[in-house]
């Protein structure tokens, strides 16, 4: 069923003319890249996910620098910090003031530009719908619509101005709404005062690693030979994702673990592997499946999927938005 606050959004998207505008040639999808990486902005965003009891929304207060510096201030009912993400383009802290604790761990890698703008190309169709007003400001209405089954649409209010996304639209192959984010206050010129980027642990925190690194490397590059343990990564990627990234480290629980990082441009699809005896049990709410001759489960979040399995000895995690009969394939290449 539609969400009903979507109509009016829709009706309008709806009669825009089926002619691009004549400055929708400024707009590329390298500009808009380059914009959400290296522009300096501030604001209040919204994040909204649909559920079966009604949307679910998330208020974040926003501070982003060149580099990819962010500050994510998640904001609770009466305007209280919740939960404060910072990273300072290397490293990532994430504070819970009610649990009066501090994770560090090192930012996820996702390739360079260079790369992702090849794959958004190979595996992305990109189309400028229209143009409207957000926040008093032009925008250009811009979609990614996938090449390949089962990937997700992305659908962009784009300022005109600096191709910044105002707001992002993630919708699943049947159509239906993923999430949406959408900035409700921006400034492009905010004071940066206090260093924000900068992070200080507050008195009486305990702090946790979430991870010790042993190796990690792009997808050009192999683990070290002389590493114990090296299990193989999928051999059958989903249409249009290629390794960008892997890494080696223990886990919290002290469990050697290794992560592959997958992209198709938009979209980011995990793969862990450890020892199988360290493989969570299986959650409430997920399904047994079979893959080959191990056994494992899998379990839904709106689009985003999980599928945990065994192969001999090691236990793998894959976690990604595409279809279970598309994870299960993943899964059956590894042995």
Not at 136 to 154: I, S, Y
């Amino acid at each position: 069923m539609r969400t009903p606050w979507l109509l009016p959004l829709i009706t309008c998207v709806a009669a825009f003319p089926a002619a691009a505008p004549a400055h929708a040639a400024q707009l590329s999808p390298e500009g808009i890249l380059r914009a959400r990486e290296h522009l300096t902005y501030g604001g209040l965003s919204t994040i909204t996910q649909p559920s079966a009891l009604g949307p679910k929304t998330q208020r974040v207060r926003v501070t982003h620098g060149a580099g990819q510096r962010q500050r994510q201030e998640f904001l609770g009912s009466q305007g209280e910090v919740v939960d404060l993400v910072v990273s300072d383009g290397q490293i990532r802290w994430h504070w819970a003031p009610r649990q009066q604790a501090v994770k560090v761990a090192p930012m996820d890698l996702e390739g360079s530009l260079k790369q992702r703008l090849g794959l958004l190309r190979q595996n992305y169709v990109f189309r400028v719908l229209g143009q409207l007003r957000h926040l008093g400001r032009l925008t250009l209405l811009a979609q990614f619509q996938p090449r390949h089954p089962g990937n997700l649409t992305h659908r962009l209010w784009v300022d005109q101005a600096t191709q910044l996304p105002l707001v992002v639209e993630r919708r699943d192959p049947a159509g239906e709404l993923v999430d949406r984010s959408e900035f409700t206050e921006i400034d492009f010129q905010p004071s940066l005062a206090g260093k924000p980027f900068a992070f200080t642990v507050p008195t009486g925190c305990k702090v946790e690693s979430t991870t010790t690194m042993l190796a990690a490397g792009d997808g050009e590059s192999q683990p070290p030979r002389g590493l114990k343990w090296r299990p193989e990564p999928p051999g059958d990627l989903p249409a249009g994702y290629r390794l960008l990234h892997w890494q080696y480290f223990v886990d919290h629980r002290k469990v050697p673990t290794f992560a592959w990082r997958f992209h198709d441009g938009l979209n980011l699809l995990s793969c862990f592997a450890t020892d199988a005896r360290s493989l969570p049990t299986a959650p409430t709410g997920s399904r047994p499946v079979r893959v080959g001759t191990g056994h494992g489960y899998a379990l839904a979040h709106g689009a985003k999927r999980m599928l945990a399995w065994t192969a001999g000895t090691t236990g793998y995690t894959l976690v990604g938005h595409l279809p279970d009969a598309v994870l299960e394939q993943v899964a059956a290449s590894t042995r």
